[in-house]
Structures are given as C-alpha cells and as structure tokens.
C-alpha cells in the first residue's frame, strides 16, 4: 500500500489526535500530500528515496 485517503474530522477525534496521526505516519513514511486533498479528505502517499521533491508549480 502506498496511498491512503482519510477522512479526518478534528470535532471528533480532536487537533491533538490528528497531530498524532500525521507523525504516526511519517514515521513510516507517508507524507500528507496538499495536492490530492480537499477538506476533511486528505491523502497520505509513501515516498521513498528514489522520489523526487519537486519545486512548488511545477
């Protein structure tokens, strides 16, 4: 799996529990991507060495 959509409700769960989640799954190497996300959905990719960082607009 290298893709996961969440829907994140921070009235529920809470901005400490959404803190949380995203350092959970950096430290197995996702990484929130602002491009694929809208709202409470948001997309977490796994990255490895070989990705590239691209430069913003591009």
């Known amino acids: ?3 996961l959509f969440l829907e994140l409700h921070d009235h529920v769960t809470g901005m ?3 803190g949380r989640l ?4 950096a430290a197995k ?4 991507d602002p491009r694929h ?3 409470s959905v948001v997309l977490f ?3 490895g ?3 590239l960082v691209r430069e913003y607009g591009t």
Do not use: H, N, P
């Not at 995203?22 to 799954?25: C, E, Q, V």
């Not at 190497?29 to 929130?32: K, S």
């Open 1 to 3: 799996m290298d893709r």
């Open 16 to 18: 400490l529990s959404i």
């Open 22 to 25: 995203f350092a959970t799954l």
């Open 29 to 32: 190497g996702f990484v929130y």
């Open 37 to 39: 996300s809208e709202g």
């Open 45 to 47: 990719q796994k990255i």
């Open 49 to 51: 060495a070989e990705d």
